[in-house]
């Protein structure tokens, strides 16, 4: 199976404001995420703002992949400690 290790930007901005995994297709992904802001699932304040805020502006990209889910945690923690070291604010 493919992991994927995806952010979430704006089409205007390259900087990624989020950064997740999926086992799933990345479209899919990215509608869940909206889908959360509108039944109210989405616990963080910062990104569901963002989120309403950006919601016809969002692009999900996939950075990089796995083929366990163990890997797959561990690339997600380091692409956000490599992101906050960048000096780039996720939610």
């Known amino acids: 199976m493919d992991y994927k290790v995806y952010i979430l930007r ?16 990345l479209n899919t992904r990215l509608v869940k995420h909206i889908h959360d802001i509108k039944r109210k699932a989405c616990k963080n304040i910062h990104k569901k703002n963002w989120l309403a805020k950006n919601k016809e502006n969002i692009i999900i990209e996939q950075i990089d992949s796995s083929s366990t889910i163990q890997d797959l945690k561990e690339k997600e923690i380091f692409y956000i400690k490599k992101f906050r070291e960048d000096g780039i604010n996720l939610f």
């Open 10 to 25: 704006t089409i205007d901005d390259t900087t990624p404001r989020y950064v997740g995994i999926t086992t799933g297709m």
